[in-house]
């Protein structure tokens, strides 16, 4: 299984949203936190599979440590998504590793 982090975040009056930093553009959203882990799941893994339709690579996961030296990301709380093993070609994403 791949997992990746995902940034939760919650603003006063908002949903809690989560935001992946190694996939630009892919966001969810949930009411209450029993809702956000299977949505974050759902986003990246649909997320994913997009990719994978237009032939793009997919990026190796980030470490947490890179992810959290980012300003932005110092008020956001990480969030282990793990996606399925189905959805990666692992020799093409090695290659695109390179």
């Given at each position: ?16 949203g989560v935001d992946f930093p190694d996939f630009p ?74």
């Amino acid at each position: 299984m791949h997992v990746y982090i995902g940034l939760l975040r919650k603003d006063p009056d908002s949903s809690y949203g989560v935001d992946f930093p190694d996939f630009p553009g892919c966001v969810t959203a949930a009411a209450t936190l029993v809702e956000v882990g299977p949505m974050a799941v759902e986003a990246l893994t649909f997320h994913i599979e997009a990719m994978r339709e237009d032939g793009d690579p997919i990026p190796a996961p980030s470490s947490l440590e890179a992810i959290m030296a980012d300003p932005f990301n110092h008020e956001a709380v990480p969030i282990l998504v793990p996606v399925p093993d189905g959805l990666f070609d692992a020799s093409r994403d090695a290659a695109a590793a390179e």
